[in-house]
Structure formats: C-alpha cells, structure tokens
C-alpha cells in the first residue's frame, strides 16, 4: 500500500493551478464532514463527547493540510477552499450553538460581529484577487481562528460546556477582540495597498 501512496503522491502536481493536491482533498473532507458535526452539536448546555471528538478532527485536520501545503507547495484553489472550509466549520457550529441557546445574549452578538468580519474579509479578498492583489492571512487572523476553534471546542466539551462555562465564555470574548482587531488589520492593509 505505502508503494501505491507513495507513487500518487509523486505524482500530484505543485504548479499554482493544480486542484488534485493531498492538501485540497483534507480540506474538502472538512467542508463535507463539518455539517455531521452540526448535527451533533447538542441542544443542551451538558456537552458531547461525540461533537468533542469530531470538532478536534475537524481542528487537527486543518493543521494537517496546512502542513501538506507548504510541503507540497501552495495552489490557488487551496489558497481559496482552505479560508472557505474554516468559515464553515467555525461559523456554521457558531450558529448552531447561537440556536441551541448555548451562545445567547451577548455572546450571540459576538456570533454576529465574527459573522460580520469574516464576510467582510472574504469579498474584500475576492475583490483585491480580481485586482491582482494577494492577501494571504496575516499571524493575527491565524490566531483569531484558532480561538474561534477553542471557543467552539470548550463550549460542546463536557467537562466544560456546563460546569466549568468561564472557558469557553473567555475564549469567544478573546475570539471576538481577535476578530476586531484582524479586520482592523485588514483595513489598514487595503489603504496602504490602495485597493480600489
């Protein structure tokens, strides 16, 4: 079997314009599996070890085609699907805890204002793309994505989702001043590289 992975492997094109890449078939199975996790998100505030276990999947397999990425080279298609995969995961288990009355109140406007930034930023990319203009995601937006990440995985993890809430109500409040400050970022590089 190692024979057979190794010859395809080879055989996967680096140039920028490949789609067939070990990086963009990580990244598809993450889009494909992120709405069994929605499913399973429970509508109570007691946790699930299931939605536990698939959301650290989900997390590890981000770092996973990262890695395959940079070792393989990047692609377009990755540099587009890659962003895409991570605002479906983070914010559609985002909506699905504002619905099952996990993030309410303010948290549920928290939910809105990481909504509001990353739509945002991703038609401002289309935008800056269309122009030539290449905005691959600074340290803070990866930092930001990890603590959405966090949040998510504290607030359906038993041992925390009920008992110990403070952890995942800290980490959104972090995730959220992330948020901010990534779109601050963001802003500030369209002005200096003015686009538009």
Same mark, same amino acid.
């Given at each position: 079997m190692w024979p057979l992975v190794r010859r395809?492997?080879?055989?996967?094109?680096?140039?920028?314009?490949?789609? +067939?890449?070990? &990086?963009?078939a990580v990244t598809v199975s993450r889009l494909l599996v992120s709405p069994l996790f929605f499913a399973i998100i429970p509508d109570y505030a007691g946790g699930s070890w299931a939605a536990t276990g698939l959301w650290f999947a989900l997390c590890v397999s981000d770092v996973v085609d990262g890695n395959l990425a940079r070792r393989h080279g990047t692609t377009k298609s990755g540099a587009f699907l890659d962003p895409l995969a991570d605002k479906v995961a983070v914010l559609g288990s985002m909506f699905v805890l504002v619905e099952r009355g996990m993030f309410s109140g303010l948290f549920a406007w928290f939910v809105g204002i990481i909504a509001a930034r990353e739509i945002a930023i991703s038609l401002y990319r289309v935008f800056a793309g269309a122009k030539g203009v290449s905005m691959p995601a600074s340290r803070t937006a990866k930092i930001k994505t990890l603590s959405q990440q966090v949040a998510v995985g504290f607030a359906v993890l038993p041992w925390t989702a009920a008992d110990a809430p403070i952890t995942w109500k800290v980490? #959104?409040?972090?995730a959220v001043g992330l948020?901010? #400050?990534?779109? !601050?970022?963001?802003? !500030? +590089? &369209? !002005?200096?590289?003015? !686009?538009g």
């Open positions: 395809w492997k080879e055989a996967m094109p680096t140039d920028s314009n490949a789609i +067939r890449t070990w &990086a963009n980490s #959104l409040w972090v948020t901010i #400050l990534s779109g !601050v970022q963001y802003g !500030v +590089r &369209a !002005v200096t590289n003015k !686009v």
